[in-house]
């Protein structure tokens, strides 16, 4: 989940017009907005998946497996990729309009 988020939130900070921060500046941008998405789309999941799965994905993400929870999460939710791209574009459309104001 991690990486494919960080690649669109990197991608979002040239859409929202903040390529000219600094890279620092725009890290943390990415850092902020990967950590709010990752935390959608778990809340989102985690309804779909049983106790015992829900438990697993709370400790690879504790021992910063994000790579296991991703593959995890994609074995055990089938929309699993639409949830993401979901959060993804519902997110990028908040900021849009953020920006925008």
Not at 51 to 71: C, P, R, T, W
Request: charged share 35%; net charge negative.
């Amino acid at each position: 989940m991690s990486n494919q988020i960080l690649i669109k939130c990197e991608d979002m900070i040239k859409v929202l017009g903040l390529g000219g921060l600094s890279k620092e500046k725009q890290y943390e941008i990415i850092e902020e907005m990967s950590e709010i998405i990752s935390d959608r789309v778990l809340l989102k999941v985690m309804d779909k998946i049983s106790k015992d799965d829900a438990i697993k994905v709370n400790k690879m993400i504790e021992s910063n497996d994000l790579s296991g929870v991703d593959e995890f999460l994609d074995s055990k939710v089938p929309d699993f990729s639409n949830i993401l791209q979901e959060e993804l574009n519902i997110f990028k459309e908040e900021m849009i309009k953020v920006v925008n104001a």
